[in-house]
Structures are given as structure tokens and as C-alpha cells.
């Protein structure tokens, strides 16, 4: 039985590793508007965005779900 910071810690590890993704689509964002890559009028800027937000988000929730699976097994 693992005690109650264990557990917190843990459950704050899972959580930070399961950000990850949607955390690294906003950074690709954010280097794609420094290095002046991603301007006004790139071609097809909202489904790029939309794309690389929904990937991120997906795969948050995907690693999320198998974290929720594991625990209930």
C-alpha cells in the first residue's frame, strides 16, 4: 500500500505525462509564429491549426483513458 504523498505523487506524474501532448501542439504553435512560418495568409491555416490541436488533444486523451483502464483493472 503506498502512502498518501505516493499516491499524489503519482497521480500528478500520470497527469503531467498525459498534458504532454496537448502541451507540445501549443508550443508547435507558438514556434511556427516565432520563426514566422505560420503568417496570416499561409494556405489552409485553420485546418492546420484544427488538426494539430485536435491531435494533441486526441492523444492526451487517449493516454488519459489508458491510465483510467490500468487503475481499473
Known amino acids: 500500500m503506498q502512502s498518501a504523498l505516493g499516491q499524489g505523487l503519482v497521480k500528478g506524474f500520470k497527469l503531467l505525462i498525459a498534458l ?3 502541451v507540445l ?3 508547435a504553435f507558438y514556434l511556427l509564429q516565432t520563426s514566422g512560418t505560420w503568417a496570416a495568409d499561409t ?3 485553420g485546418k492546420m491549426s ?3 490541436l ?3 488533444m486526441m492523444l492526451s486523451f487517449l493516454i488519459q483513458s489508458g ?3 490500468n487503475k481499473r483493472k
Request: a positive charge; proline letters at 11%; charged letters at 5%.
Open 67 to 69: 491510465f483510467i483502464g
Open 43 to 45: 494556405p489552409h491555416r
Open 50 to 52: 484544427v488538426t494539430l
Open 20 to 22: 504532454t501532448p496537448w
Open 54 to 56: 485536435g491531435a494533441g
Open 25 to 27: 501542439a501549443c508550443y
